[in-house]
């Protein structure tokens, strides 16, 4: 199996380097010269095989190869062969390397390679590749990828200041990306007679309590852009008295206002979904915890405890009854509480106006392509276009373009931190790849953004190319 492990040059350079590894670290290239005379362009490296490990039947074949835009020459390779591999090249001198090498295991090993051939414009600012094959007789072998590092970076030249090339990505849109279902909860406490589950509009305080869900649904309902799809309601009774009973009155006071809200706002049976809980015990420890009664360590306890509901109200009411006065007079009320939840669809916004103002006003109404459909207006690097993938990413944090797009962005103000927050969820595209290297630079990680660069530009993103050819400029010494 072929791989290629890139090295990124601007020709006609002699670059010093420290040994970079390829071959999963086994081999190591340095000493790396491309340069022209005359008519002719010449590569000199110099291979260090000392650590690679082969068994007798295999080798493994290293092949540099020129490429650029159009344009592509494959270098002669060279093979270095275990033992019994190398015998039976000998004897049959079947290979398809120019130059072979049998390791000698455990020994200090270096190869000199050197090529030369006719000088083409196209190489002016070609890129030189090593590719490298694994065999096993004649089988390839596979291999995992690697990638040969940057030269260590030298003195760099005075005023020239690195310069990176941004790549934004800006992603297809699709009409087909499904419905937008969204919700809206609150609480209501809505209050009954002793006992009682009939709703009662004018008890205690449900006027207002039933105006809260009333005006929720009527604000979801009356937008043209929203069409209600479930109401959900949930029931919870307190602690006091029997579960058996609780589940009853919690139930059947559910019940009660579905009934009430399918009688007062004309809704079929079938939207409003009901549940219900018996006792709110979670409702109960987060009062008491946030409480200043005395003994609360202990009554938490006893609310975390594996004892049935009715014996942990009766240890409470037994063993804390000055507490349990407290609690009923003070926080029972507020665990006899119905949650309610409007889900909604929003309808699909192809318009650019429409668009427009949707984000401006309710930027949540929008799905992901629809983000991506608004930004495809702007030019890329845009403050318009910025803003656009900066909300999508606050509000999809998991979207990988979002986040690439306001990394590159905040890149480009300068925001490095805010940059690393973003790149951290941008995915491993070319476009993010080369983002990251621009981060690596500017954080004084430059071999790191050398090879960042040179991974992004195997994938054919120009930009990056122009990043590590900038890099390896500066890296020259004078």
């Not at 059947?252 to 206002?257: F, P």
């Not at 103000?413 to 070319?430: D, E, I, V």
């Amino acid at each position: 199996m072929w791989k290629r492990v890139i090295l990124l040059f601007f020709i006609l350079c002699t670059v010093d380097t420290a040994a970079q590894p390829v071959a999963g670290r086994n081999v190591s290239v340095s000493d790396i010269v491309v340069e022209k005379q005359s008519d002719t362009l010449s590569v000199r490296l110099m291979l260090n095989v000392s650590s690679l490990k082969l068994k007798g039947a295999q080798s493994l074949a290293l092949t540099p190869i020129l490429r650029s835009a159009g344009h592509s020459l494959e270098l002669p390779s060279v093979e270095i062969m275990g033992g019994k591999q190398y015998i039976y090249f000998l004897r049959n001198k079947k290979t398809g390397s120019t130059e072979v090498h049998r390791r000698n295991a455990n020994a200090l090993q270096f190869i000199p390679y050197t090529a030369s051939f006719p000088y083409e414009p196209w190489m002016e600012k070609a890129l030189l590749y090593l590719s490298e094959s694994r065999r096993r007789c004649c089988t390839a072998l596979a291999s995992h990828e690697t990638l040969l590092a940057a030269p260590a970076p030298a003195r760099e030249r005075p005023g020239k200041a690195f310069s990176p090339v941004y790549a934004y990505l800006k992603p297809e849109y699709s009409r087909n990306a499904g419905a937008k279902i969204r919700s809206v909860k609150g609480h209501a406490y809505i209050s009954f007679p002793v006992n009682r589950w009939e709703v009662l509009d004018n008890y205690g305080n449900n006027a207002s309590e039933l105006y809260k869900i009333y005006r929720t649904i009527e604000n979801t309902r009356s937008s043209e852009d929203y069409g209600i799809t479930a109401i959900r309601l949930t029931g919870f009774a307190s602690p006091e008295s029997s579960w058996a009973h609780n589940a009853k009155l919690a139930k059947n006071r559910t019940e009660a206002l579905k009934q009430y809200l399918c009688e007062h706002l004309s809704f079929s049976p079938e939207l409003i979904h009901t549940y219900h809980v018996a006792e709110d015990w979670a409702g109960l420890r987060e009062y008491v915890k946030n409480s200043s009664l005395s003994r609360k360590e202990e009554i938490l306890s006893l609310i975390d405890s594996d004892f049935l509901p009715d014996t942990k109200e009766f240890i409470l009411k037994r063993d804390y009854p000055v507490q349990y006065r407290i609690l009923v007079q003070e926080c029972f009320p507020l665990l006899r509480h119905t949650d309610y939840e409007i889900e909604y669809q929003v309808r699909t916004y192809h318009d650019k106006k429409h668009l427009e103002k949707v984000f401006s006003e309710r930027p949540s109404d929008l799905s992901l392509q629809e983000f991506y459909l608004l930004a495809s207006n702007y030019d890329d690097g845009s403050e318009r276009f910025v803003k656009v993938f900066e909300t999508a990413a606050m509000l999809y944090p998991d979207d990988a373009a979002s986040n690439l797009n306001a990394g590159v962005a905040a890149l480009v103000s300068g925001q490095y931190g805010r940059a690393a927050s973003y790149l951290s969820k941008a995915g491993n595209s070319p476009e993010a790849i080369n983002a990251r290297g621009i981060l690596a630079y500017h954080s004084g990680e430059k071999e790191k953004a050398y090879q960042l660069f040179s991974q992004s530009a195997a994938d054919g993103l120009e930009a990056a190319v122009q990043n590590a050819q900038s890099i390896i400029l500066k890296s020259i010494s004078k």
